[in-house]
């Protein structure tokens, strides 16, 4: 089911993360267009195919679903930089400037600042709880542990539990 949400910004991990779990058309499902920052593009599609992703991101900006935009507020850009890698400081920027509706951020420093903002957020796991609740995909403990065990992407335990049971699947006893 595709949204019609204005602006829907992404950094980077959640592009890399759902390519290397091949769930990359969950993005083309879920939002009608997403906007990079040029940081960002550099880093995956201009990878030589390193990356996962990298063919994907290509792809989509040629057919039109994934566009670029360069932040107009480079002072900001610079000084979120001092905390952050500058494909985030980009995105946060750039979500501001668009008064986006979703910004897509997996790490945690990076959703700490887009929340003082007053961003609205998620990252790769709740675009996997949001796909395990329509239907798209039948196991999100399957998916977790695809992005723990492919990708390294580290999941508190916590979270994992809390996620699971957000969408009642339960951890397998230990």
């Not at 993360?17 to 880093?43: K, Y």
């Not at 709740?126 to 995909?137: D, N, P, Q, V």
């Not at 196991?139 to 957000?166: K, V």
Request: net charge negative; proline share 5%.
């Amino acid at each position: 089911m595709i949204l019609n949400m204005p602006a829907v910004i992404s950094d980077s991990s959640p592009l890399i993360n759902l390519a290397g779990i091949g769930r990359w058309g969950l993005l083309h499902e879920m939002f009608s267009e997403i906007i990079i920052p040029p940081s960002v593009w550099d880093e995956i599609a201009t990878s030589g195919d390193i990356l996962p992703g990298a063919a994907e991101v290509r792809e989509a900006c040629g057919q039109g679903w994934i566009s670029r935009k360069k932040p107009d507020n480079n002072h900001l850009v610079n000084l979120l930089c001092q905390d952050l890698h500058r494909g985030e400081a980009e995105a946060i920027v750039l979500a501001l400037e668009l008064n986006a509706d979703l910004i897509l951020l997996d790490e945690t420093d990076a959703r700490r600042v887009a929340a003082t903002f007053g961003l609205r957020k998620t990252g790769v796991i709740g675009i996997l709880m949001r796909a395990k609740r329509e239907g798209t995909i039948d196991s999100l403990r399957f998916e977790l542990n695809a992005l723990r065990e492919r990708m390294g992407f580290y999941i508190d335990d916590q979270l994992y539990c809390r996620a699971l049971a957000s969408v009642e699947e339960y951890p397998d006893p230990e």
